[in-house]
């Protein structure tokens, strides 16, 4: 490989497929590539396992940068090695980046490139360069380093193993955060999965960047003023930290840091994320939904983070649903309700269960019921079926709705009495 690859057993990595390193770099040089590197996680996660002198991790995915057109690589790939090994082929044109999976396995492919933003928060314009340039573009010291297939050494022009010898967080220059503030919501994430610490100069540029806050959008905006771009990133930086990380740590440090702001004054001042997420848990509710209703406007910042329509309804509904509580927390008069005055009042007006379910993560004075209703008070039916009452002589139409409906009430305030 190169001249320097003397044999096959140089580009083996312990849990990849035999010769899928080798396959990779012999066709790359077909097309004249000379630098191809293994980068990301694989690359990170040797370095700390050598460290703390354990096992190496295995890894789920390869991240390969080149120096030259990865999609043209791609397509070379699936050429040379056919499609029965080369699986799920997809370009992303705009990168000049392709991913795909070579004997079942997950492979990335991403042509080396600087990053240039014109305007904080928005994606950046594209620049082929050398490998050693498109590491500085990355978001921290410990991510910033690779693996050169042609000899399998180390390129870490970021010193990225001092910083993991370290157990620190690290960007890698000044104006990280301003660039990109997803990468706030990241390290948070990398801090929380690895047990690492920010980094003094690494915190310090979090909270001066906040605190400036160089963007056109800012808590109390119109939405459409943030940029499109940062609001989709943040949004998937998120989604990732709730379903992929140790969320409590992440969210714990996030808002020590004072990131949350970056989403909703609220949200940064919210004490109560933690019940609600962890009964978003229990009640299969979506973890992001579940924390954006702490928000001081959740129906704004659930627009601004152009979350999924459904997702968008639920929270109104669940605002509605508050709406509704406040007003029995008036007069008190729900004190007295029974079970199927609950039910009555909660699915008469057509809100969708996850609302109720967002409601009862929300807590406040009424949840119980509420969780009641969820949990046992919904399921329960008339104990005698439509089919059985008309086998009795009722004629099929409104009359026979009523009658399941106080035969339902009937059954419900029953069950609870002997609870």
């Not at 004249?32 to 590197?37: E, F, H, L, S, V």
């Not at 790939?77 to 799920?88: C, F, I």
């Not at 705009?94 to 079942?104: S, V």
């Not at 906040?210 to 990133?233: I, V, Y």
Request: glycine letters at 6%; aromatic letters at 8%.
């Amino acid at each position: 490989m190169g001249d320097k690859v003397q044999g096959k057993k140089q580009l083996e990595w312990p849990g990849l497929p035999k010769y899928l390193l080798l396959d990779i770099y012999l066709t790359a040089k077909t097309i004249g590539i000379k630098n191809i590197a293994i980068v990301g996680g694989m690359v990170r996660d040797k370095l700390l396992k050598n460290l703390e002198k354990g096992t190496t991790n295995t890894p789920r995915d390869l991240d390969l940068v080149v120096e030259g057109s990865a999609t043209e690589l791609a397509r070379e790939l699936e050429k040379q090695l056919g499609a029965n090994r080369v699986k799920d082929l997809q370009f992303y044109n705009e990168y000049d980046t392709a991913e795909m999976k070579i004997d079942g396995f997950p492979v990335d492919l991403a042509t080396a490139r600087l990053e240039r933003y014109k305007a904080a928060g928005q994606n950046p314009e594209i620049i082929p360069c050398a490998l050693k340039e498109d590491l500085f573009r990355r978001d921290f010291t410990i991510n910033a380093m690779a693996i050169e297939l042609s000899n399998m050494t180390l390129l870490d022009p970021c010193f990225g193993e001092i910083a993991l010898s370290k157990k620190e967080i690290e960007f890698l220059h000044p104006k990280s955060v301003e660039e990109d503030p997803t990468r706030v919501i990241r390290a948070a994430r990398y801090c929380s999965r690895l047990q690492f610490d920010l980094a003094p100069d690494a915190l310090s540029q979090i909270q001066l960047t906040l605190t400036n806050w160089p963007w056109d959008w800012e808590t109390g905006s119109h939405n459409q003023l943030a940029p499109p771009a940062l609001a989709t990133r943040l949004r998937l930086e998120l989604e990732l930290l709730l379903l992929k990380e140790p969320w409590q740590v992440a969210l714990t440090k996030l808002q020590s840091w004072g990131g949350l702001s970056l989403l909703d004054q609220g949200l940064q001042n919210d004490s109560f994320w933690n019940r609600r997420l962890l009964w978003a848990s229990r009640l299969k509710v979506n973890p992001l939904t579940a924390l954006v209703i702490g928000a001081g406007n959740p129906s704004a910042l659930a627009e601004r983070l152009q979350l999924p329509q459904k997702q968008q309804l639920l929270i109104n509904q669940h605002l509605e649903i508050q709406e509704f509580l406040n007003e029995l927390n008036q007069t008190k008069e729900c004190l007295i309700w029974p079970p199927s005055k609950w039910t009555f009042e909660l699915e008469s007006k057509n809100w969708h269960p996850e609302a109720i379910a967002l409601s009862i993560c929300k807590g406040g004075p009424w949840w119980k019921p509420l969780f009641r209703w969820w949990g046992r008070w919904r399921l329960l039916k008339s104990p005698i079926s439509a089919k059985k009452l008309i086998e009795n002589g009722w004629t099929p139409g409104k009359a026979l709705g009523k009658e399941l409906q106080r035969l339902r009430r009937k059954e419900l305030d029953k069950k609870e009495m002997k609870k």
